[in-house]
């Protein structure tokens, strides 16, 4: 069975116990969220849901997968068995059980729709847009069968969910152009979990100490590298450090640059965190570094920029104009913009952050305030409890006169 954690302490129960006394919501993905869903789930869980959080792939997993055996196992319970069981789970859903399943993978959504009674609702998470960041990524061919098989797969889940909550405006509204009206919508960020980040963060001294500069996550397929490998072979600035912590093949090319370009002593490349080294190491930072590549604008939101602006990280973006994180950064100044592409551009705006470190401080004061009003869990959740209250409303059975 897929691994589980709950929100709602010793009040959670497996669908095996005794029969739903209060609401029950479950979250799943195929690779454990951890951070922000075990924040939110607690929030939940004040609010009077027992709020579950389920995976298929437990995060050390994710993260310990070097070998080939080790990925193959990894990618099997992710795209494999992960949705088989999502459907298995929900055919023996109760009554008054709400799922929450999130497009990753993009076709569990519609397994756990496909397998659910009528009394049993479920909500489509999209956190990306499928098929089109298949077709992005170079991992189908646009106009194909594939692509055509998995939009109508997508189009079904639409029609068929009982809220499509989205992550973004831009991404909603680009969903609406490749697939029309979608019905039951709703736009939840993602947010982030505040409570490791309750302290502000203290200005940096003028030249006392370098500006430090994290890039935490993933860096794959969706994410523009070459400007940021561009940039770091043109030269970094003095007072300036990189560090890169996580994985994918972006990491690489990073690697690469950094053994032909002699800064190696300012920039450091590492894994994935436990949880204690992570938060320590985004309370150092100064700086959160966004990437997002041409044509992703309207199909993926970095969820990390929310954690970067609750730890009181300001936000460099290098993305579209179109994107929801521009419209994010500007919004709320909690950064700086740069088109991808613009390797110049990175240059200067990487020896401004040396330059002027009270532009920086403001910018992370900024980012910590609006992260931690409107984008904490504790926000967050009144959303999804609101939406939660409709949704069981509407799915509860008027009783026979």
């Excluded at 030269?235 to 912590?245: C, E, I, Q, S």
């Excluded at 970095?302 to 609750?310: C, E, G, H, L, R």
Aim: glycine share 12%; with cysteine; hydrophobic share 40%.
């Amino acid at each position: 069975m897929p691994q589980t954690i709950t929100g709602a302490g010793n009040n959670a129960f497996s669908m095996s116990d005794s029969p739903v006394e209060r609401p029950l919501v479950e979250f799943w993905s195929s690779t454990e969220c951890a951070g922000f869903l075990d924040g939110l789930t607690g929030e939940l869980g004040k609010r009077g849901w027992i709020a579950q959080q389920h995976f298929g792939v437990p995060q050390a997993q994710y993260r310990s997968a070097r070998s080939a055996s080790a990925r193959f196992a990894m990618r099997w319970g992710a795209y494999g068995s992960y949705p088989v069981k999502v459907g298995l789970r929900f055919s023996r859903a109760r009554p008054g059980t709400i799922g929450v399943v999130c497009t990753n993978t993009f076709y569990a959504p519609r397994c756990a729709l496909f397998a659910a009674p009528s009394d049993v609702p479920i909500i489509h998470w999209v956190w990306d847009l499928f098929p089109d960041v298949l077709v992005a990524a170079g991992v189908i061919k646009a106009g194909g069968g594939l692509e055509r098989l998995a939009h109508g797969i997508v189009r079904r889940t639409f029609d068929g969910a009982a809220a499509n909550v989205f992550l973004g405006e831009k991404l909603l509204r680009y969903t609406e152009s490749k697939f029309g009206p979608i019905p039951r919508s709703q736009v939840i960020p993602i947010g982030a979990d505040a409570s490791p980040f309750l302290r502000p963060p203290q200005p940096r001294e003028q030249a006392a100490e370098d500006c430090r500069i994290l890039y935490c996550g993933n860096l794959g397929r969706m994410h523009d590298v070459a400007t940021i490998v561009g940039a770091m072979g043109a030269g970094l600035p003095a007072g300036l450090r990189l560090d890169f912590r996580g994985n994918g093949e972006g990491f690489r090319a990073i690697d690469q640059v950094v053994a032909e370009s002699g800064v190696n002593s300012r920039i450091q490349l590492g894994g994935h965190m436990c949880e204690g080294e992570w938060v320590e190491t985004m309370k150092s930072a100064d700086v959160a570094l966004v990437t997002m590549r041409p044509g992703a604008e309207g199909l993926v939101i970095p969820s990390k920029t929310y954690s970067a602006m609750v730890a009181g990280q300001a936000v460099l973006a290098v993305c579209p104009e179109g994107s929801d994180l521009a419209d994010l950064v500007r919004r709320h100044d909690v950064g700086w913009v740069i088109p991808p592409g613009d390797v110049a551009g990175l240059g200067i705006a990487l020896k401004r952050l040396v330059e002027f470190p009270a532009e920086v401080s403001a910018k992370r004061a900024n980012a910590w305030r609006v992260g931690h009003e409107r984008f904490g869990q504790q926000i967050i959740a009144s959303a999804w409890s609101e939406l939660l209250h409709h949704v069981s409303a509407e799915n509860t059975p008027v009783p026979a006169c």
